[in-house]
């Protein structure tokens, strides 16, 4: 298994530009989620899903999009991206065969706003 | 949303034991208590899970009192590779409730 990857591990946007972070999980896990984390701080709950079709707001959910078409996809769009959108991105999944619906993490994206 | 506060950083040297404690007032009765292990640009990872008195696996020991309103990460005989930041997250076993917070950063010195 690959567990969760996540693409592109870095990218630079200009204010106002959009993009779509990608996430892939091949555990059959329902759960997914996408944090961001600030440097020297914890992670922020951006917006999880708990299937395919079916997603939800975290704590910092403004000026982002999510959609799960899929069991295995979990892309996090930006649409008009804001310096204050710097930051570490992480997907994240889990669900039913983990034994403590422990989240699995995967390598997270870069991003610079400019 | 049940808040965690752990100390922000502590320091030991190696093959000590490492305890880092986590309170959590106003925890829940369905509430999970789950602690991951974060390095430098890599996501966090999991490390241990409880629900009341005592958890062991190969890494870490958890210790939970009767009124759950606490915890404690237990480390034995640490090394310099488990410098790392460490989180307490208290919640449902779906996560969505979970919150990081700026968790505890180990720095074990040789």
């Known amino acids: 298994n690959a567990g969760v990857t996540q693409t592109p591990k870095f990218r630079i946007l200009k204010i106002g530009q959009s993009m779509t972070l990608q996430c892939t999980q091949d555990m059959n896990h329902n759960y997914m989620y996408w944090y961001r984390q600030d440097p020297g701080m914890g992670l922020k709950l951006i917006y999880y899903?708990?299937?395919?079709?079916?997603?939800d707001k975290g704590e910092v959910p403004n000026g982002y999009n999510v959609s799960r078409s899929t069991t295995e996809d979990f892309p996090l769009r930006l649409e008009l991206a804001a310096p204050s959108q710097t930051s570490v991105y992480f997907c994240?999944?889990?669900?039913?065969?983990?034994?403590?619906?422990?989240?699995?993490f995967g390598p997270g994206t870069r991003l610079t706003v400019t | 949303l049940a808040k965690t506060t752990q100390p922000i950083s502590m320091d030991s040297y190696e093959g000590q034991e490492v305890n880092i404690t986590c309170s959590h007032n106003n925890i829940a009765t369905n509430d999970y208590i789950t602690w991951y292990q974060q390095f430098p640009s890599q996501g966090p990872r999991f490390i241990i899970q409880?629900?009341?008195t005592k958890v062991t696996n190969e890494v870490a020991s958890l210790f939970i009192p009767a009124d759950r309103k606490s915890s404690t990460l237990s480390l034995p005989r640490v090394s310099l590779s488990d410098t790392a930041v460490y989180y307490c997250?208290?919640?449902?076993?779906?996560?969505?409730?979970?919150?990081f917070g700026a968790g505890t950063r180990l720095t074990v010195k040789p």
């Open positions: 899903s708990v299937g395919a079709g079916i997603t």
């Open positions: 997250l208290v919640g449902g076993r779906n996560n969505n409730d979970m919150r």
């Open positions: 409880g629900y009341k």
């Open positions: 994240a999944s889990t669900g039913v065969g983990t034994e403590n619906y422990e989240q699995y």
